[in-house]
């Protein structure tokens, strides 16, 4: 059966030998049936939110983190299903990632009000002021790795300057603002990547790239990209169920906030030196 990969070799093991084998099933059946990618996504995200309620009760969370995973399952599936069609769209993206956004301020939500069950009144002002660090932190970590994965994409795979897409006449309303907000973060978020943008577009008007400058972003990034992976959500299912397992539900904010921020940190400082060492790379090959 014909897994349908977005780029292979930026993929997470679990996602290479759990969930896009298990999304490539499931796409072929909604390919059969025929179902679009969106109704895989909208499966996906009442599968996530519903997950995330059932975190709140001690005798369901473990079988609520199942859910979630079933809803990554999904997620994948509708990303093959859309390759698999050709049907990609900017807003079945945009969906996606609020897909994500909304399971996990859902798992805040309940952390949150698991914590006030247990824990005095007074618990609330902590218990807030984590929700909101780990909120705003999770946000800016996904932002980080979305961007840098696609931007790898688009360097190595596709060999072309990425470029931003403009919202269509398909996103309005409440998708178009989250879309704009969304590439504005990334993009204050990375500033240090204009530099390299601004080199590369003077050498290359077109946006076509050439082989060595997709050759030589691979060599600069393939580690720092997996770095990267570690923003996604299979470590947070993980750390999620550890912290059920020990029965402090809290301690999923405190990782949210202090080791996560403290890799995409590091991981800043090394894209930034990175970026700096291909852009005198590539200026030096081409003479410019």
């Not at 909101?132 to 072309?160: K, T």
């Not at 309005?172 to 990375?190: H, I, N, P, S, V």
Request: charged share 15%.
């Amino acid at each position: 059966m014909t897994i349908y990969y977005k780029a292979y070799e930026i993929e997470e093991k679990l996602d290479l030998y759990f969930f896009h084998p298990l999304g490539a099933v499931i796409a072929h059946i909604a390919n059969a049936v025929p179902l679009r990618p969106n109704h895989l996504t909208y499966t996906s995200m009442v599968l996530g939110i519903s997950g995330a309620v059932m975190v709140y009760w001690p005798s369901l969370a473990l079988w609520g983190v199942v859910m979630m995973v079933v809803s990554s399952i999904f997620d994948s599936a509708d990303g093959q299903l859309a390759r698999m069609q050709k049907t990609g769209t900017l807003k079945g993206r945009v969906l996606d990632g609020v897909t994500g956004y909304l399971t996990f301020i859902t798992i805040h939500l309940v952390v949150c009000a698991r914590y006030l069950e247990t824990h005095p009144f007074p618990g609330i002002l902590v218990i807030f002021v984590l929700c909101v660090l780990s909120g705003v932190s999770h946000s800016l970590q996904a932002c980080l790795y979305d961007f840098f994965r696609s931007q790898y994409v688009s360097y190595v795979i596709r060999r072309r300057l990425p470029q931003e897409k403009a919202p269509t006449e398909e996103l309005t309303g409440f998708l178009a603002w989250a879309y704009q907000d969304y590439t504005r973060r990334q993009r204050r978020m990375t500033w240090m990547r204009s530099a390299l943008e601004t080199s590369l577009g003077k050498l290359y008007p077109s946006g076509e790239l050439s082989s060595e400058v997709a050759q030589a972003y691979r060599r600069w990034n393939r580690l720092l990209v997996k770095g990267w992976n570690l923003m996604g959500d299979n470590l947070r299912f993980l750390y999620l169920t550890a912290a059920i397992l020990i029965g402090g539900l809290e301690w999923y904010f405190y990782f949210a906030i202090v080791p996560l921020n403290l890799i995409a940190g590091v991981l800043l400082l090394l894209q930034s030196r990175s970026d700096r060492n291909l852009q005198k790379e590539i200026e030096h090959v081409v003479g410019y």
